[in-house]
């Protein structure tokens, strides 16, 4: 079964692009680990956040940005109507502070987990703290990450999860396996 969600998030999670896929609107979690390691690779992260948002973000999707420090806390929301907003996504991930050693992972994602209005949601979570990812992953909130797919770079991590996914993929492995 696992080997089942792992297709189907990277199929589905992975590479949108909206020149070549049409989809329905759905709901962006962008997560990013502000604690004070980010400094040290802000620039490095910004550049490829930009540039997955370039290739995923679609007119209609819902988009939601946490900064994650001591404390998680939504920085940016708002609905991609135009280049505008997309920009205006962008511009909040540029304006983060990095700031503390820890960064609140698991309320962030309780929080995107939570707010899911459309049927999948795309949630990318930038980890660039080892102890606060690994308290996440060691946490009651650990299965959150159950099905996601991890992108390592030198000194920080991208996660993409599959938020609220644990119901689709056990009927689509049992309908597959019958």
Do not use: C
């Not at 620039?43 to 995923?56: F, G, M, P």
């Not at 606060?132 to 299965?143: C, D, K, R, Y």
């Not at 770079?153 to 009927?171: D, Q």
Request: glycine letters at 4%; aromatic letters at 8%.
């Amino acid at each position: 079964m696992f080997l089942f969600a792992a297709l189907l998030l990277s199929a589905f999670f992975f590479r949108i692009s909206p020149a070549h896929a049409q989809r329905d609107p759905i709901d962006i979690n962008l997560i990013i680990d502000s604690s004070s390691p980010l400094a040290a690779v802000k620039n490095e992260v910004t550049a490829w956040v930009s540039s997955r948002l370039d290739q995923i973000l679609v007119t209609g999707d819902s988009v939601t940005v946490w900064s994650a420090g001591p404390s998680a806390r939504v920085i940016y929301t708002g609905r991609m109507a135009s280049d505008a907003e997309r920009e205006a996504v962008k511009r909040s991930v540029r304006e983060i502070n990095p700031s503390g050693e820890t960064a609140d992972l698991s309320g962030a994602l309780t929080d995107a987990a939570s707010r899911q209005s459309a049927s999948y949601s795309y949630t990318l979570l930038i980890s660039v703290s080892s102890p606060s990812l690994s308290s996440l992953i060691s946490g009651p909130q650990g299965n959150l990450l159950r099905f996601s797919r991890t992108e390592e770079f030198i000194n920080w991590r991208a996660l993409v999860v599959g938020l609220n996914l644990n119901t689709r993929v056990s009927r689509a492995a049992s309908a597959f396996f019958r």
